[in-house]
């Protein structure tokens, strides 16, 4: 196939985003190339005293159907599709006048924009494109001879090249089709999900759409041996996704991942909240009177782990709070708001990465959660369980107390935010213990103990942060050992889902040491 620069003498041009139309406009006139257009954008270039003809005066058809149909006719798909080089093609062309069309610069009816204002359906309808997509398929198809443009973002380098050349390159229009194909495609998967929502409540559905577009692509992934990108979902959701950085380095894909957990973690909380991530894994969390408090409490935790981490707080972020964090090193640092004072603060670490929501996700929300497999994907509702006071049975002689239900209910929490095997020692509703990802329950139980231990010989404490705290487990404990382990621990109260076998057996362990044992009945693995 030739390389040769093909000239463009006739564009069509029909755009819901003006953005950087006139001046794509001017730099195809100047260069003696005729503009076809439609309604809006007809009416903007004429404005702005740039020649223009109407579609409808092209075609010999006027619009019709309130606008529905307008470039759905021979005339303009037969001058887009019409190979140059098929004598055949030229041949009919000629028959039936029609001039072939040499660029097509289009994009679409704003659906998404509209659904996402709370538009009513029949408005929603009305905002499906089904002209342009045909022309930017059309376009795109036939790319040997047609240069297709679906956003400003493109006009640049195209008309860098354009007004270089006068004309494109196959390789440069091969381009631009897939960059069509990939926008048609993300705009139908769109509305397809929005049919689906509104006809059925089917969480899991038949077809999979993923649409999302890259926000940006990241040094690397994991290890710098793999190549990563961040995309951004189309649905609106504080978080990451939606967060300005104010400062720092770049994110890199470890980072976006683990401040991804530590501020999904922190929005389980409506109390001043602070939760420190290592790894995608809770290290330290705490609810207080205040966010100093709050992060004081969960920093001290795991201190050695905290090193290096991720902060993630649920309120704006304070001058106070910033002066304590920042005296140890940190990556990264989420709030749904800061203060100036505290901004300044943070200013003078200049590696601090520091980002700001604008707002906290809901723990209730019913996303998707979404996982590649070999040849597949595993596809699962998000994990929005919660448990309440009500929920839990007491199934050990003593019951718990109000402390100890509170401190319950708080480290069930964040154990839903733990690898799993997961377990939690909280005491006054702040972690002194976390045990993570083990292959056996009793040695995340050990763990944690042991970790507690060592936090509490630096404090110069003569007991273990665990003596007198709750401990919180994700899924049944299938052996007393894990009991043992957490009554070694001085732990006065246990929750957990239940449903072992040897349930009893765990229950005996924990009536002969008088602990408070409550089952929930509802399990938080998370791998």
């Given at each position: 196939?030739?390389?040769?620069?093909?000239?463009?003498?006739?564009?069509?041009?029909?755009?819901?985003?003006?953005?950087?139309?006139?001046?794509?406009?001017?730099?195809?006139?100047?260069?003696?190339?005729?503009?076809?257009?439609?309604?809006?954008?007809?009416?903007?270039?004429?404005?702005?005293?740039?020649?223009?003809?109407?579609?409808?005066?092209?075609?010999?058809?006027?619009?019709?159907?309130?606008?529905?149909?307008?470039?759905?006719?021979?005339?303009?798909?037969?001058?887009?599709?019409?190979?140059?080089?098929?004598?055949?093609?030229?041949?009919?062309?000629?028959?039936?006048?029609?001039?072939?069309?040499?660029?097509?610069?289009?994009?679409?009816?704003?659906?998404?924009?509209?659904?996402?204002?709370?538009?009513?359906?029949?408005?929603?309808?009305?905002?499906?494109?089904?002209?342009?997509?045909?022309?930017?398929?059309?376009?795109?198809?036939?790319?040997?001879?047609?240069?297709?443009?679906?956003?400003?973002?493109?006009?640049?380098?195209?008309?860098?090249?354009?007004?270089?050349?006068?004309?494109?390159?196959?390789?440069?229009?091969?381009?631009?089709?897939?960059?069509?194909?990939?926008?048609?495609?993300?705009?139908?998967?769109?509305?397809?999900?929005?049919?689906?929502?509104?006809?059925?409540?089917?969480?899991?559905?038949?077809?999979?759409?993923?649409?999302?577009?890259?926000?940006?692509?990241?040094?690397?992934?994991?290890?710098?041996?793999?190549?990563?990108?961040?995309?951004r979902k189309s649905a609106f959701s504080f978080?990451?996704?939606?967060?300005?950085?104010?400062?720092?380095?770049?994110?890199?894909?470890?980072?976006?991942?683990?401040?991804?957990?530590?501020?999904?973690?922190?929005?389980?909380?409506?109390?001043?909240?602070?939760?420190?991530?290592?790894?995608?894994?809770?290290?330290?969390?705490?609810?207080?009177?205040?966010?100093?408090?709050?992060?004081?409490?969960a920093y001290r935790c795991d201190p050695v782990?905290?090193?290096?981490?991720?902060?993630?707080?649920?309120?704006?972020?304070?001058?106070?709070?910033?002066?304590?964090?920042?005296?140890?090193?940190?990556?990264?640092?989420?709030?749904?708001?800061?203060?100036?004072?505290?901004?300044?603060?943070?200013?003078?670490?200049?590696?601090?990465?520091?980002?700001?929501?604008?707002?906290?996700?809901?723990?209730?929300?019913?996303?998707?959660?979404?996982?590649?497999?070999?040849?597949?994907?595993?596809?699962?509702?998000?994990?929005?369980?919660?448990?309440?006071?009500?929920?839990?049975?007491?199934?050990?002689?003593?019951?718990?107390?109000?402390?100890?239900?509170?401190?319950?209910?708080?480290?069930?929490?964040?154990?839903?935010?733990?690898?799993?095997?997961?377990?939690?020692?909280?005491?006054?509703?702040?972690?002194?213990?976390?045990?993570?990802?083990?292959?056996?329950?009793?040695?995340?139980?050990?763990?944690?103990?042991?970790?507690?231990?060592?936090?509490?010989?630096?404090?110069?404490?003569?007991?273990?942060?665990?003596?007198?705290?709750?401990?919180?487990?994700?899924?049944?404990?299938?052996?007393?050992?894990?009991?043992?382990?957490?009554?070694?621990?001085?732990?006065?109260?246990?929750?957990?889902?239940?449903?072992?076998?040897?349930?009893?057996?765990?229950?005996?362990?924990?009536?002969?040491?008088?602990?408070?044992?409550?089952?929930?009945?509802?399990?938080?693995?998370?791998?």
């Open positions: 196939m030739s390389q040769a620069v093909k000239p463009i003498q006739r564009a069509l041009i029909s755009v819901s985003d003006k953005t950087g139309l006139i001046e794509l406009a001017q730099a195809l006139v100047e260069n003696q190339c005729e503009i076809l257009s439609t309604g809006g954008s007809a009416r903007v270039l004429r404005e702005a005293g740039i020649a223009v003809k109407d579609v409808s005066d092209h075609t010999g058809f006027p619009e019709i159907l309130d606008g529905r149909v307008k470039t759905l006719v021979p005339q303009i798909h037969g001058g887009i599709l019409g190979q140059r080089a098929n004598t055949h093609h030229i041949q009919q062309m000629k028959e039936h006048n029609i001039s072939p069309i040499d660029l097509v610069c289009v994009n679409l009816y704003p659906f998404e924009q509209t659904v996402l204002s709370g538009a009513g359906k029949e408005e929603c309808i009305e905002n499906i494109d089904i002209g342009g997509p045909a022309l930017i398929r059309a376009a795109a198809k036939n790319h040997e001879d047609v240069v297709v443009l679906t956003e400003p973002a493109q006009y640049k380098e195209f008309l860098e090249i354009f007004t270089s050349s006068y004309g494109t390159t196959l390789a440069q229009r091969r381009q631009w089709a897939g960059k069509a194909y990939a926008f048609t495609a993300l705009y139908d998967a769109t509305i397809a999900e929005w049919f689906a929502k509104g006809q059925h409540d089917d969480e899991l559905p038949k077809t999979l759409f993923i649409h999302a577009q890259r926000e940006h692509l990241l040094r690397y992934g994991e290890n710098p041996h793999q190549k990563a990108a961040f995309y978080g990451v996704a939606s967060a300005r950085q104010l400062q720092g380095k770049e994110l890199s894909y470890n980072n976006i991942n683990d401040t991804n957990a530590a501020f999904e973690a922190v929005a389980e909380f409506d109390e001043p909240a602070v939760v420190v991530v290592k790894h995608a894994n809770p290290c330290g969390v705490a609810v207080s009177h205040s966010l100093l408090s709050a992060w004081e409490l782990s905290a090193f290096g981490g991720i902060v993630a707080t649920n309120r704006s972020l304070d001058e106070k709070t910033a002066l304590s964090l920042s005296e140890i090193f940190t990556e990264v640092v989420i709030a749904p708001d800061i203060t100036e004072e505290a901004q300044a603060v943070l200013q003078k670490k200049k590696n601090l990465r520091v980002l700001v929501t604008g707002g906290m996700p809901d723990p209730a929300r019913t996303d998707r959660v979404l996982h590649s497999v070999s040849g597949g994907f595993l596809l699962q509702s998000q994990d929005n369980g919660i448990v309440g006071e009500d929920d839990l049975k007491t199934v050990t002689k003593r019951k718990p107390t109000l402390q100890e239900v509170q401190d319950m209910l708080f480290a069930f929490k964040v154990c839903k935010h733990v690898k799993s095997n997961a377990i939690v020692y909280a005491k006054d509703k702040a972690t002194v213990g976390i045990g993570a990802g083990q292959m056996s329950r009793v040695d995340s139980v050990r763990i944690a103990l042991n970790k507690s231990r060592e936090v509490s010989s630096k404090l110069h404490l003569p007991d273990p942060l665990t003596k007198g705290s709750v401990v919180a487990s994700d899924a049944f404990f299938p052996f007393a050992d894990g009991v043992m382990t957490a009554i070694e621990a001085g732990a006065t109260a246990i929750i957990q889902p239940g449903g072992s076998i040897r349930d009893q057996e765990v229950i005996d362990a924990a009536n002969k040491a008088n602990l408070a044992m409550v089952f929930t009945g509802m399990r938080h693995f998370r791998h």
